[in-house]
Structures are given as structure tokens and as C-alpha cells.
């Protein structure tokens, strides 16, 4: 019980707000809604993985595509990175704030993920193809998945590393 603790103190709440609450809800709308059950009732600390990795995976799929289609939709307009950086310097609330817009897209990236997995079973599936390869083909969406996450937070941190380099040449 006491290894529990630690790892519920080790928790941030930007992990839990974006990550473990998002994977929840998807694997319980996944099951309750959809018909797909990955809940392992028996194994609470393998649901606990699932749900942490199924929110991984909602945060990702918000960052790459709900994040570009919003924008290309403009119903947001995004600043630039060194531009939040600065801000956050100056105001300790913009972080707060955006782990708060970084939950509400995550959220978004939760019920479209459900919805494609609803058409999935309800349309594709009567397709031949998808039924013999649906597992290889889940694990190549999941690979592009986080290459591209990977190539995305790279970039993050070289421009956060060429933002704080500037503000030091700038002194």
C-alpha cells in the first residue's frame, strides 16, 4: 500500500488532468458505448497502465491532429513558442491556464477517438481486410503515432533551448 502512495505522490496534475482521467473516460466510453472492453476489472494496476497509456495516446492524437485541424479551422490561433515561453517567465497563471486548454483538447481527441472507434466496429469492420489485419494495423497507426510525437517534442525542446539562448545573448 505504501508503494501506492508513492506512486499517487509522483502523479503530477498535469499527468492526471491530461493523461490518466482522459484514458478512463475513453476506455470506459469504449466499453460502455462502444462495446470494446479493455478494462481489466481483476488487475486494478493494469487498468491503471491502460488508462495511462490509452490517455498517452488521446494527448497525442490532440497534439498532432485535433490541435492542426482546429487551427486550420481557425477557431484557434496559436502564438509562437518563444512568445509562450516569455509569457510564461512573466505570468505563473499561463501555465495553469494551458494545462487547462491542454485537458479541454484532450477531451475533444476522447470523443473523436470513440466516435472513429464506433464507425470502426459498425462500418469497417464488415470488411475483410480490416477484420485480418486490424491488430498490424493499429500497432503501424500507433508507431506513426508516437514517431511523430517524438519528432514534435524534439522541437519543443530545441525551441525552447534557442528561446532561453537568445534571452542570455540578449543580457
Request: aromatic share 14%; with cysteine.
Amino acid at each position: 500500500m505504501e508503494a501506492l502512495q508513492q506512486l499517487i505522490d509522483k502523479i503530477s496534475q498535469y499527468s492526471f488532468l491530461t493523461n490518466i482521467l482522459p484514458g478512463a473516460i475513453l476506455m470506459i466510453t469504449l466499453k460502455y458505448i462502444v462495446g470494446y472492453d479493455f478494462i481489466i476489472e481483476e488487475n486494478w494496476l493494469l487498468t491503471g497502465v491502460m488508462f495511462y497509456f490509452s490517455g498517452i495516446i488521446c494527448n497525442r492524437f490532440s497534439s498532432l491532429l485535433i490541435k492542426p485541424l482546429l487551427e486550420a479551422l481557425h477557431i484557434v490561433r496559436p502564438l509562437p513558442y518563444k512568445d509562450y515561453i516569455i509569457g510564461e517567465k512573466k505570468d505563473t497563471k499561463i501555465l495553469t491556464l494551458n494545462t487547462d486548454n491542454n485537458a479541454y483538447r484532450v477531451y475533444i481527441a476522447v470523443f473523436c477517438i470513440s466516435l472513429l472507434a464506433y464507425l470502426y466496429k459498425h462500418l469497417l469492420c464488415r470488411m475483410n481486410f480490416f477484420i485480418d489485419y486490424q491488430w498490424p494495423i493499429v500497432i503501424v497507426l500507433l508507431i506513426l503515432l508516437f514517431v511523430f510525437s517524438y519528432r514534435k517534442q524534439t522541437k519543443y525542446i530545441k525551441d525552447r533551448i534557442e528561446a532561453v539562448s537568445e534571452k542570455d545573448t540578449l543580457k
